[in-house]
């Protein structure tokens, strides 16, 4: 199972950036797929995850609102819309797949997010 994560960058604050995670070697299905970053200095939080057989998602309260995580019709892929972004979420981002039935949990390589001030 690979995960391959893009579409991070460079951008000014309030802009916007979409992320995307391809994963291959596993067809989604009772499986939870989320976006992690990780700061300089900081921990690796949660950001959003959504599941996959039902769509629901959940958000942390810093991206609620801004942020949109989205399966990605006809391909085994999930997105991350950034918008109205911030420097504080500035951090490597990765995407994370979570079997429910405890048999797998499946990291992407990260992809840099910068946003300036």
């Known amino acids: 199972v690979q995960l391959q994560a893009s579409g991070g960058g460079l951008v000014q604050a309030g802009g916007s950036l979409r992320l995307s995670c391809a994963v291959s070697?596993?067809?989604?299905?009772?499986?939870?797929i989320a976006w992690f970053r990780q700061a300089p200095g900081k921990e690796r939080e949660g950001v959003a995850c959504?599941?996959?057989?039902?769509?629901?998602?959940v958000y942390s309260d810093s991206v609620k609102g801004r942020f949109t995580i989205s399966r990605d019709s006809g391909k085994n892929a999930v997105s991350l819309q950034m918008n109205n972004l911030k420097p504080e979420d500035t951090a490597v981002y990765y995407c994370?797949?979570?079997?429910?039935?405890?048999?797998?949990?499946?990291w992407g390589q990260g992809t840099l997010v910068t946003v300036s001030s």
């Open positions: 959504i599941v996959s057989d039902n769509d629901d998602t």
């Open positions: 070697g596993l067809t989604f299905g009772n499986s939870a």
């Open positions: 994370n797949l979570r079997e429910l039935d405890g048999s797998g949990n499946y």
